[in-house]
């Protein structure tokens, strides 16, 4: 796996970095590189994009959504919490979790507000109709009626995925009620 420049700087910077000593201006440091490997588009006041909601070609820089940002926050958050470092930050005594530090909630609400300000608008999930999941389902039965240019791993991602969408079919606007179900309570 090839690493950019950057993340070689970062490795190197931090290679004594670990759970134990990890402190939330570290961390901070972490969330601005890792920023600069997003794919959201924030148009500075003077684009003339800006107003723009596709994939313009300006100069302007690209980031790591603010939605996206606050996950990776609540997944370090959960790993330092694992490791034994609790759920918050203590200032006086400079430890506990690191990710639960006024500076990283302050840094996720600048990157939300400057996202806002920029006109950005999260990307929301495109919604799957009943006449695309009929022919999902007829994709996913020939392809399976073809099993001998299928790997091992495509074939068994066909058959655990056929059953979920033949569920939707039949479920109309409960789908995602079904997709909580457990094997036992199908049966």
């Not at 190197?12 to 939330?24: F, K, M, Q, V, Y």
């Amino acid at each position: 796996m090839q690493h950019s420049h950057s993340e070689e700087i970062w490795e190197e910077s931090n290679s004594t970095l670990n759970l134990d000593n990890a402190s939330p201006g570290v961390m901070r440091e972490f969330l601005v590189w890792k920023d600069s490997t997003g794919k959201t588009k924030v148009h500075l006041d003077s684009c003339v994009f800006r107003t723009q909601s596709d994939k313009a070609s300006c100069k302007c820089p690209i980031r790591r959504a603010a939605s996206s940002l606050d996950t990776l926050i609540g997944q370090l958050r959960a790993i330092f919490r694992d490791h034994g470092r609790g759920s918050d930050w203590n200032e006086v005594f400079g430890f506990g979790n690191p990710m639960a530090a006024p500076s990283i909630k302050r840094h996720l609400q600048a990157v939300t507000l400057e996202q806002s300000k920029a006109l950005v608008q999260p990307c929301q999930a495109m919604p799957l109709f009943f006449d695309k999941i009929v022919r999902m389902c007829r994709v996913i039965n020939y392809e399976l009626a073809h099993k001998d240019r299928l790997s091992g791993k495509k074939r068994y991602a066909l058959a655990r995925d056929k059953p979920y969408f033949t569920l939707m079919c039949f479920t109309g606007d409960r789908a995602g009620d079904v997709g909580r179900l457990k094997r036992d309570q199908i049966r």
